[in-house]
């Protein structure tokens, strides 16, 4: 079973700038599609960004030009870059994995944004 393990959450001020990271094991890391998506309260999970395995990258609206998705498949591990951060950016942060029907959720971390 695909294990992920989000990391490097907390509290920031608006405009500064966090870097979440995903492990992931017992995966052929490299083959697959990996992301991130976020959850507010009493909101909807969403999409964030993703990164397939050839390095092509796809970003919500609200995020481009603020983020940036990256991954090492050496580590097997994804990244999210988290610049000019905004109170409405805080959520619960959720790392995916994804390959034909395998469709797997880390346990999700914390982003607030607050003064």
């Known amino acids: 079973q695909v294990q992920l393990v989000e990391s490097g959450g907390g509290l920031v001020q608006p405009g500064g700038s966090l870097r979440l990271s995903c492990a992931a094991s017992k995966i052929i890391f490299s083959i697959y599609t990996m992301g991130w998506y976020r959850q507010a309260p009493g909101e909807q999970r969403e999409l964030v960004a993703t990164i397939t395995r050839g390095g092509s990258t796809n970003y919500a609206d609200s995020v481009k030009g603020r983020f940036t998705i990256s991954r090492d498949n050496a580590k097997n591990t994804v990244y999210l870059q988290m610049n000019s951060l905004k109170p409405e950016d805080t959520a619960v942060y959720y790392c995916?994995?994804?390959?034909?029907?395998?469709?797997?959720w880390g346990q999700g971390t914390q982003v607030t944004v607050s003064s």
């Open positions: 995916n994995s994804r390959l034909g029907n395998s469709n797997d």
